[in-house]
C-alpha cells in the first residue's frame, strides 16, 4: 500500500499529436523538455510520498490546511500534493489557505482566480499584518520574527475554523538545512526544523511536505508549470537576512563541493548522540570500559581508510 505514495503515473513525455504538427528540430526539443519535465514530477513525486511515509504526515480522513503565499515553493507544494491526492492509498481532503496581509500592490486577484481554475476548495485570509510589522519594525531591521508571529497566530486561528487535522508549510530541504546552520552560528544550538511537530500553541500538527525537496528542483517545477508567482515586499525586500547570508553560503558549497548539500541532509537524519556533547542525551557518566569491540568507538573519527605501515614486518599500532 504505502508504494503508492512513491510510485508516480504522470503523463507519458509527449502525445502522438504534437510530435505529429511540429518540425522535427522543434519536435526533439520539446520531446526532450517534456522527457525531463517527465522525470522532474516522478521525483518531486517520489520525495514527497517517501516523506509523507517516513513522517507519518498524512492519515486517513486528514483534512490538511495547504499554506499558499504565491511563492513558488507552495505553489509546488499544493501541485504536487493534488497529484499525491489523486492516486494515495487512503482519502484525506485539501483546502488551500492564502493569508493576505495588505502589502501595498499586492494583487489579491491572482491566488483566488488560479485556485478557482484548480477547482481546489480555498480561503483567503485578510488581515492587516503589513501596517502592524512596518510600525513596529524600525526601518532598516529584520521583520521576519514579528511577521512569523503574526502569521501563525491568525494560521492557527483560522485551522480551528475550517476544522483542520494537519497544516502544511511549503518548506524545502535547503530551508531545513539553512535553519540548521542559524541555529548553530546565531543561537549556539544543534536544532533544525522537523518534518512533522505540534505547534507551538499545543492545538495542531504542522507538517512539511517537502522536505526532501531540493529548492532548485522547485525552482524547475515552477518554470515548468508557470506559477503566477507573487513577490513579497517584506521579507523579499530584505537583502542582509542571516537567512539569505547562510543561503549563499551553502550554494557556494555546492558549487565549490557538488554533493555536500545531499550529504548535509543525510547527516540531519543520522545523528550519533554519544558523539555530542549534550549530557541530557546521553549517559557520559556511566560510560565505562568493557573490553568489546565497538563499531561507535574512537575509530569513527578516522575519515579515511588507509594501509598501516609495517615495523619490523608487524602492522604498527597506532594508539
Known amino acids: 500500500m504505502n508504494?503508492?505514495?512513491?510510485?508516480?503515473?504522470?503523463?507519458?513525455?509527449?502525445?502522438?499529436?504534437?510530435?505529429a504538427h511540429a518540425p522535427a528540430a522543434g519536435r526533439e526539443a520539446a520531446e526532450r523538455a517534456a522527457h525531463e519535465a517527465h522525470k522532474l514530477e516522478k521525483r518531486l513525486c517520489r520525495q514527497v510520498g517517501q516523506a509523507i511515509m517516513d513522517y507519518h504526515m498524512i492519515e486517513e480522513g486528514d483534512r490538511v490546511m495547504v499554506c499558499v503565499s504565491g511563492g513558488k515553493d507552495s505553489y509546488g507544494m499544493l501541485d504536487i500534493l493534488l497529484k499525491m491526492q489523486q492516486r494515495a492509498p487512503?482519502?484525506?481532503?485539501?483546502?488551500?489557505?492564502?493569508l493576505d496581509q495588505k502589502q501595498p500592490g499586492f494583487p489579491d486577484h491572482i491566488l483566488p482566480a488560479y485556485l478557482e481554475q484548480l477547482g481546489v476548495p480555498f480561503h483567503i485570509e485578510t488581515q492587516d499584518t503589513y501596517s502592524i510589522v512596518k510600525k513596529v519594525i524600525p526601518e532598516g531591521k529584520t521583520m521576519?520574527?514579528?511577521?512569523?508571529?503574526?502569521?501563525?497566530?491568525?494560521?492557527?486561528r483560522v485551522a480551528d475554523e475550517l476544522k483542520v487535522t494537519k497544516i502544511a508549510l511549503g518548506h524545502h530541504r535547503d530551508d531545513m538545512l539553512q535553519t540548521f546552520f542559524l541555529n548553530m552560528f546565531f543561537g549556539g544550538k544543534l536544532k533544525g526544523m522537523p518534518p512533522k511537530l505540534v505547534s507551538d500553541d499545543g492545538g495542531h500538527v504542522v507538517i512539511r511536505p517537502l522536505a526532501n525537496v531540493a529548492e532548485k528542483d522547485l525552482v524547475r517545477w515552477a518554470e515548468h508549470r508557470e506559477f503566477p508567482i507573487i513577490p513579497c515586499t517584506l521579507c523579499g525586500s530584505q537583502e542582509n537576512l542571516q537567512r539569505k547570508q547562510i543561503g549563499n553560503m551553502l550554494r557556494d558549497w555546492e558549487k565549490q563541493y557538488p554533493g555536500r548539500i545531499e550529504s548535509m541532509f543525510t547527516a540531519l537524519q543520522n545523528v550519533v548522540p554519544s558523539h555530542l556533547m549534550d549530557t541530557q542525551l546521553h549517559d557520559f557518566e556511566a560510560v565505562r570500559a568493557t573490553g568489546m569491540a565497538d563499531a561507535d568507538g574512537d575509530t569513527a573519527f578516522d575519515l579515511e581508510s588507509f594501509t598501516l605501515p609495517t615495523v619490523g614486518?608487524?602492522?604498527m599500532r597506532i594508539l
Request: glycine share 4%.
Open 3 to 19: 508504494a503508492f505514495w512513491t510510485e508516480t503515473d504522470a503523463a507519458p513525455p509527449a502525445t502522438q499529436a504534437s510530435r
Open 90 to 98: 487512503i482519502r484525506f481532503e485539501l483546502i488551500a489557505v492564502n
Open 144 to 156: 521576519c520574527s514579528l511577521c512569523s508571529r503574526l502569521r501563525r497566530g491568525i494560521l492557527y
Open 313 to 315: 614486518g608487524f602492522p
